[in-house]
């Protein structure tokens, strides 16, 4: 389960320098997450990210006590830029996956999210992968220890930047090069949900008062 791929979404803010390119790029920026080891926690905030030849393989782990619900990197880039150019796939973790431009603003969104239900009862030794239940915490005492003994790499995963979705770390390609800073990386400023998204407890609430309403009219006609 652990070499299944994962394509994914976070809420993100995106802060970059000032050092564009004078052209657009000809290789589309592609974002990915997948399952990895031996990382650092994700916090809101700001995260860094070196790029490598435009792209890279960061790695990092869920540090909440709950499932990560939610990913949205949120950015301001060159205006005028061609409105398909951003990629994203959502895959394993989250069951939607958007990338929204505004050409005029520069303004740049791309959303993972959509979680199923939290399995009853939770096995906490499962990855999740292909459960669309979001990024899971970690295994208690195994934070910054992934490969001590009863830890697994639940709650760990990666952030690939490289064309194509890939997640080889030893040949790092992407096509954020134009969007870096002065220093050749990107800075995110990182927001996580790590709560039902309202839609889904809404839609959670009305079936509830559905099946209520339903209850009281049964009754109404049996008196």
């Known amino acids: 389960m652990l070499t299944k791929r994962l394509l994914c979404t976070c809420l993100l803010s995106v802060g970059l320098g000032t050092a564009w390119a004078d052209s657009v790029p000809f ?17 809101p905030g700001t995260t860094s990210f070196a790029l490598t030849n435009g792209g890279g ?22 205006t ?33 999210s959509g979680v ?29 220890t992934p490969d001590a003994a009863g830890c697994v790499n639940v709650g760990h995963f990666l952030i690939s930047l490289n064309n ?8 790092p390609n992407g096509g954020w090069a134009p969007f870096a800073d002065s220093e050749g990386g990107i800075d ?3 927001q996580i949900s790590t709560a039902p998204e309202p839609s889904e407890m809404f839609l959670t609430g009305a079936g509830c008062w559905l099946a209520i309403g339903s209850r009281l009219r049964r009754r109404t006609k049996r008196s």
């Open 57 to 78: 393989v960061f790695g990092f782990y869920n540090p909440f006590s709950t499932f990560i619900t939610k990913l949205v990197f949120d950015t301001t880039l060159l």
């Open 80 to 112: 005028g830029l061609p409105g398909n150019l951003f990629n994203c796939q959502s895959n394993q973790f989250f069951q939607n996956c958007a990338a929204q431009y505004t050409s005029s603003t520069g303004d740049l969104t791309i959303t993972f």
């Open 116 to 144: 199923n239900p939290e399995e009853a009862p939770a096995d906490p030794t499962d990855p999740e992968t292909g459960e669309f239940e979001g990024i899971p915490p970690l295994l208690p005492g195994c934070a910054g």
């Open 188 to 190: 995110f400023n990182t």
């Open 164 to 171: 194509n979705f890939s997640f080889d770390q030893s040949n």
């Open 27 to 43: 290789a589309d920026p592609d974002i990915a997450i997948d399952v990895g080891s031996d990382s650092a926690p994700i916090q």
